[in-house]
C-alpha cells in the first residue's frame, strides 16, 4: 500500500484498515486521519506515535491499560483481538503449561499492583522464556523509566501491526 492509497481513504476506510495500531484503543485511528495528508509512510507512523506522546501520564496510562495481559485471562478465553493472538502466539503463549501459566499470571499481578498497568512488551519481538525474564527485572524498574519502556513497547506493536497492514518492512527496533 502506497501513501496516496493511504491519504485518499475516506474516514471509514481508514478507521478499518489502521484501528488495531493500537490496541483497542478506539480515538487513535481517527485523530491521525485528521492529520491528513502524510508525506510518506514514516510520516504516518510518526503520527500514530506522537498522538500517544501527547498524552498526559493518566492518559498515556489508559492506553497501556488497553492491553490485555500476555498469557492472560483474555487468552484463556479466547477474547483476544485477531492481532494481539497471533503475537501472543507467536511468543509460545498458546502452548504454556499450567504450572507455567499460573507464575505468569503471578508475575502480571505484580506487576500491575506496582505500576497499575498490564505488563507491556512486543511479543513478536521476543520468547518464551524472555517474557519473565524482562517482566521480572522491569518490576523493579523506577516508575517514570518503566512508563516509558512500556510505552516503547506498545510502539513496537504497532510499528510492527503497520508494517503488516502497509505490507513494508519494520526496522528491528
Ligand atoms: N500486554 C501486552 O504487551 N500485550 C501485547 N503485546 C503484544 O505483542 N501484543 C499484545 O496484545
Known sequence: MD??????????????VFGSVTERCPLIAPAVRSQRPF???????QHF???TDALPQSGQEGVLRCHPDLAGRELQRGELSAESQR???AAGHT????AERLWLAELNAQ???RSGFPF????RLSDR?????ERARRLHCPPPQELNTALGEVKKIGRRRLADLLGSHATES
Do not use: T, W
Open 39 to 45: 508525506s510518506d509512510l514514516e510520516d504516518l507512523e
Open 3 to 16: 501513501i496516496e492509497k493511504v491519504n485518499s481513504m475516506d474516514f471509514g476506510e481508514f478507521v478499518d
Open 49 to 51: 506515535f506522537a498522538f
Open 111 to 113: 506487576y500491575r499492583a
Open 120 to 123: 507491556a512488551l512486543a511479543a
Open 95 to 98: 502452548s504454556l503449561g499450567a
Open 87 to 89: 503475537e501472543q502466539s
Open 129 to 133: 522464556a524472555a517474557v519473565p525474564r
